[in-house]
């Protein structure tokens, strides 16, 4: 193992800082996709859950857990091969494509051969039909252009952000409007097609690439992505194993009420977390082999990752009940503890998030599946033992106990990898977490004087929000200005605005 240095010098501080700029700035452009897209989301979502139940919901929820579980146990991942490999060329962009059509072409034939199975398994004869259209969205998926993995190669984030942006106005487009048409799941599914049909449009006219068919490079792909199929199967596996257990012992209807709980829990997550470990692959991919570089850059871009999804989280927990009343509607109002619980769950997995990204970009492919193998070995039997005996709220125990054990391991990892010292993590992280703590008593204390739902929800956030930035700016200065996530935020902030921010940000110390 490599012995990073114990005191960084001005190059590599230099170099971290310009690499953290570049992450940052794509990260920006990720996060903004993710509230672009999440605008959209929530608009849809207002209308489409007063329109649809939560049975119509739970279903569709269900059939898409199944097939993405299927194509992610074959999905090779091999974009990331491509852009960890500098060299990579024709051969190797048109070898990678036409592996992706034979693999959707194959995983097409086998959700048509699932597809009366499943129905019968779950119960539900609707499964049937919702299986045969999604079989041929992912052939159609399959012959998209491969070219488009150069938005993210080139750190190209803007591209990105278009590409994926015409994928969700497509599903919204589609769904809403069919919602007051049809008023049952149909428009959910109709929405999903349009995307696939969106994405594949924009894929050939965003990206010049022509791809050929060609098999030249195969094995060298394959070596490398042998690790990430395995990693991905595991991955998703976890992701979703908790909706099919409660599909299976509970239906789709509570499964529906589950979901959406958890996907406003995991807002944080979803929208904040995966972009920026999204963005930052690349970069890690870049300094791998300079550890003491590759240590500054991890610290820097965990602090920054969790100084905007802390809060955000511990917010949604606070104000889950103005949230759900307003943005859902009564009939969701089931959904406020299980918010509540979740936000435990998306915090643990969103500070392991970038040790997935570190492993990969350092060439250490086993940790990552050995990582996901151990924590699926518990959680399924606690999800079996919990869901029977505690309902829903057994399967929100069941994640937030693996998601600690999960994190502990990680960071004792990542720490041995880097030669960080879990003290050196904390200091990275201590100012987001005091500002967290300050927020959250003045939220809960605003929050119960206020009447009414709307006012909770609006001075509630603007209140929270206002006091974590200058909690933790306060706490940044006494501290000295060190380099971190604050600096990194005002750089972002000051280039939003057309110039830099005038607070000797050039002369401030390295962490």
Not at 206 to 216: C, D, I, K
Not at 241 to 270: C, F, R
Not at 309 to 324: C, E, K, R, Y
Request: hydrophobic residues 60%; proline residues 5%.
């Amino acid at each position: 193992m490599a012995t990073p240095a114990k005191v960084l010098d001005p190059t590599v501080s230099t170099g971290v800082q310009d690499l953290a700029r570049k992450v940052a700035a794509g990260a920006a452009w990720m996060v903004a996709l993710r509230f672009a897209s999440r605008l959209l989301g929530v608009a849809s979502m207002l209308v489409l859950a007063r329109l649809l139940t939560p049975a119509d919901f739970g279903l569709i929820a269900l059939a898409t857990t199944v097939v993405a579980l299927v194509d992610i146990a074959s999905e090779f991942n091999f974009d990331l091969a491509l852009i960890r490999d500098p060299r990579a060329g024709r051969p190797e962009y048109d070898t990678a494509w036409t592996l992706i059509i034979l693999k959707c072409l194959g995983l097409a034939l086998l959700l048509a051969a699932l597809a009366a199975p499943a129905a019968a398994f779950f119960g539900d004869p609707r499964l049937e039909p919702i299986f045969w259209i999604l079989a041929g969205c992912v052939l159609f998926e399959g012959f998209g252009n491969i070219g488009t993995v150069d938005f993210r190669r080139d750190l190209e984030i803007a591209k990105e952000f278009r590409f994926h942006l015409y994928g969700r106005l497509a599903q919204v487009g589609a769904a809403v409007p069919l919602a007051f048409w049809l008023r049952d799941w149909r428009a959910l599914l109709a929405g999903i097609v349009a995307r696939y049909v969106a994405l594949f449009v924009a894929s050939w006219t965003m990206s010049p690439y022509r791809p050929r068919l060609s098999l030249a490079r195969w094995r060298e792909l394959v070596h490398f992505s042998k690790w990430v199929l395995v990693n991905n199967g595991l991955g998703y596996l976890r992701e979703r194993i908790d909706q099919l257990v409660i599909g299976k012992l509970l239906g789709p209807a509570p499964l529906g009420l589950y979901a959406m709980a958890q996907e406003i829990a995991d807002l944080p997550t979803s929208e904040l977390a995966q972009p920026v470990a999204r963005a930052a692959y690349p970069g890690y991919a870049r300094i791998a082999g300079e550890p003491a570089r590759l240590a500054q850059g991890y610290l820097e871009s965990l602090a920054m990752l969790l100084a905007v999804t802390l809060p955000a989280a511990v917010g949604i927990a606070l104000l889950a009940d103005p949230l759900v009343r307003v943005l859902l509607g009564a009939k969701w109002v089931e959904a406020v503890p299980l918010i509540g619980a979740l936000v435990l769950y998306a915090v643990l997995r969103t500070a392991s998030t970038l040790a997935g990204p570190l492993f990969l970009a350092m060439g250490r492919v086993r940790i990552e599946p050995a990582l996901l193998a151990l924590n699926l070995a518990l959680l399924v039997p606690l999800l079996l033992a919990g869901v029977p005996a505690l309902g829903l709220m057994g399967a929100v125990l069941a994640l937030s106990v693996c998601a600690a054990v999960d994190l502990v391991l990680r960071l004792s990892i990542v720490s041995r990898l880097l030669a960080l010292s879990l003290g050196r993590i904390a200091r990275a992280v201590w100012r987001s977490t005091v500002a967290t703590a300050v927020m959250a008593v003045l939220v809960a204390e605003i929050r119960d004087q206020l009447d009414g739902p709307v006012l909770q929800l609006l001075v509630g956030g603007a209140c929270g929000a206002a006091v974590y930035g200058v909690t933790l700016f306060t706490l940044w200065w006494a501290a000295g200005r060190p380099a971190g996530a604050e600096r990194t935020l005002l750089v972002q902030l000051g280039g939003l605005f057309g110039g830099r921010w005038r607070t000797g940000l050039a002369e401030a110390p390295p962490a």
